[in-house]
């Protein structure tokens, strides 16, 4: 089974960047498209960015285009979601889920994912 796992979220300020990370303590993450969430206080869980199970396509937000770049190294069992141009919206728990691919499920829509980590905070002051 694969079990996502988050890390390296934090505080910082506006402006400043931050690399999250998603390895598996299960299974290898290897044949898992991979998406990352977040949910604010008060707000519904979006969708952030995502990639595919051989890194081959990668989509993200609107409101993170050009700030966020998803990546993975399969030799690592690791996906990283790179943070750029952190803004106070961005202010969220940030959680990692697998989906296992090929698929064809849409991979914006939080239920089409298959296991979830257990996230991790990212807090941007003004």
């Known amino acids: 089974q694969v079990q996502p796992v988050e890390s390296g979220g934090g505080l910082v300020q506006a402006g400043a960047s931050l690399r999250l990370s998603c390895v598996s303590s299960?299974?290898?993450?290897?044949?898992?498209?991979v998406g990352w969430f977040r949910q604010a206080i008060g707000k519904e869980r979006e969708f952030v960015a995502a990639?595919?199970?051989?890194?081959?396509?990668?989509r993200y937000a609107d409101s993170v285009k050009g700030r966020f770049t998803i990546a993975r190294e399969n030799a690592k069992n690791t996906v990283y979601l790179q943070m750029d141009s952190l803004k106070p919206e961005d202010t969220a728990v940030y959680y990692c889920?697998?989906?296992?691919?090929?698929?064809?499920?849409?991979?914006?829509?939080?239920?089409?994912?298959?296991?979830w980590g257990p996230g991790t905070q990212v807090t941007v002051s003004a």
């Open positions: 889920a697998t989906m296992s691919g090929p698929s064809t499920k849409d991979y914006r829509v939080s239920h089409e994912y298959d296991s």
């Open positions: 299960g299974r290898s993450l290897n044949m898992q498209n």
């Open positions: 990639i595919t199970w051989a890194g081959r396509v990668s």
